[in-house]
């Protein structure tokens, strides 16, 4: 009698041994939540805990890969302390009151690099993969939210493809993927021979968590997810060759960030920030972020500079000044522009069009191609070869 799906599936992962624990991963109850379709889809859930050889999810997923009828397999990565700790809670008796803790000193806050030895997980970070078609990998990055880091990031993109260049624009904010509503394409991307193919606005190739998600769909994730969304769009998307491949971060110094950096050599990074101290201070630690894992910064974009007033054409400075500048002298690095507010740039971001498309002759949009033009000739000048050679 021939095996079902889920059988085949059963007998796969009976083969998959934890050498640690002497067991296969059924055995060892590593593997939860097994699903599979009519169409030949598999997901699972496995469990791993800091001891356990991270190879075990490859061997996992290349063994449900060779079986027949299998067309996609995802295996979603968890924390096995967490499992646990939630079997605990539901199978464990009340347990009886106890004395309240004696009091102790308070403690340092932990490090990450400077934890014993025998608590750091035995999992080496990936090796960088360069992928020279991209042309110059550059991350467009923030310290927080609301700075303008995915209207500098699309309109520099449009800015450079109407220079001549071949420019690439990668959403890697999975948590707010707004990429495809700035540049007003939205679709499902097609297919072909087992490569992605960007979608194109305003000259330049596209990809976003945004084309396949629902707009209301929030992204529950964590860093396995992550690193294989970032891996993805860049091994398995059909960019062709580019001059310029510009990614889009979400704010902070989160996994994203980390994850893009592990999965390839990026050139370099762009830091947006406005002229607030609060804003500049959460850019440098985004800053700091980057340069600690070499990859250099070259240099500070202040958006929402200042304000030109329409009547006397008087530059107005409504969120304070110089906070890019300051910045910039703090890390060393030029101020690549200074971008003035100017409320066509936020209606024609919602609308799809770009200030450089839509008004190109605004004051906005001017300092959005000389930032274009700064930054070409900032990486002509520049030795890229070797970058994220001191990546530990």
Known sequence: ???????????????????????????????????????????????????????????????????????????????????????????????????????????????????????????????????????NIIAISSGKGGVGKSTVATNLAVALARQGARVGLMDADIYGPNIPRMMGVNAAPPVENEKIIPLNAHGVKIMSLGFMIERDQPAIWRGPIIMKIITQFLKDVQWGELDYFLVDMPPGTGDAQLSLVQATMVHGAIIVTTPQEVAAGDALRGAKMFQRVAVPVLGVVENMSYFVCPNCEEKHYIFGRAGGQRLAEELDVPVLGEIPFFPGVLSGGDRGEPIVVSDPRTPAAEALFDLAGRLAGLLSSRDTAGVNAALP
Do not use: C
């Open 1 to 135: 009698m021939t095996q079902n799906l889920q059988e085949r599936v059963t007998d796969a992962l009976s083969r998959v041994r934890n050498n640690r624990l002497g067991a296969n991963v059924l055995e060892a109850e590593m593997v939860r939540d097994i699903a599979t379709t009519t169409d030949g889809k598999v997901r699972l859930s496995l469990f791993l805990s800091a001891d356990d050889d991270a190879t075990v999810v490859r061997e996992v997923r290349h063994s449900l890969q060779q079986i027949p009828g299998v067309t996609d397999v995802r295996v979603d990565v968890k924390d096995a302390s967490q499992a646990n700790r939630s079997a605990s809670q539901v199978s464990a008796p009340p347990a009886s009151p106890l004395p309240p803790p004696a009091p102790s000193r308070p403690r340092a806050l932990p490090v990450m690099g400077q934890e014993p030895q025998s608590q750091r997980a035995n999992v080496h970070a990936p090796t960088p993969v360069a992928y020279p078609h991209l042309g």
